[in-house]
């Protein structure tokens, strides 16, 4: 059975700084690529991050790029993502995806298996 599993998210100030970090097991296929989401309310799913098996190839989304950093540690079946400079926008439901091939992807239906989602309140 796979297991993606959230952790690290939180309430945090305006121009603070929160890391997200993901666990997947389970999957049969070993080298996975991997995502993270947002969706606020009332909002669709915003592609955040996304990181190739190696490490070596990331994806950012617009809205995030320079201030958010994702990185794994293949060891430990991990990902990370390093959120900084934090805005008021950036609230919502972060959500780890899981796809079975080593490529990232930066639509949500390239992704088969999903975490239940790790919520990030910014305030101002």
């Known amino acids: 059975q796979v297991h993606v599993v959230e952790s690290g998210g939180g309430l945090v100030q305006a121009g603070g700084s929160l890391r997200l970090s993901c666990a997947a097991s389970g999957l049969t296929f070993s080298r996975p690529a991997m995502g993270w989401f947002r969706q606020a309310p009332g909002k669709e799913r915003e592609f955040v991050a996304a990181?190739?098996?190696?490490?070596?190839?990331?994806y950012y989304g617009d809205s995030v790029k320079g201030r958010f950093t994702i990185s794994r540690d293949n060891a430990k079946n991990t990902v990370i993502l390093q959120m900084n400079s934090l805005k008021p926008e950036d609230t919502a439901v972060y959500y780890c995806?899981?796809?079975?091939?080593?490529?990232?992807?930066?639509?949500?239906?390239?992704?088969?298996?999903w975490g239940q989602g790790a919520q990030v309140t910014v305030s101002s």
């Open positions: 995806a899981a796809r079975s091939t080593v490529l990232p992807a930066t639509t949500a239906r390239d992704y088969a298996y």
């Open positions: 990181i190739s098996w190696s490490g070596s190839t990331t």
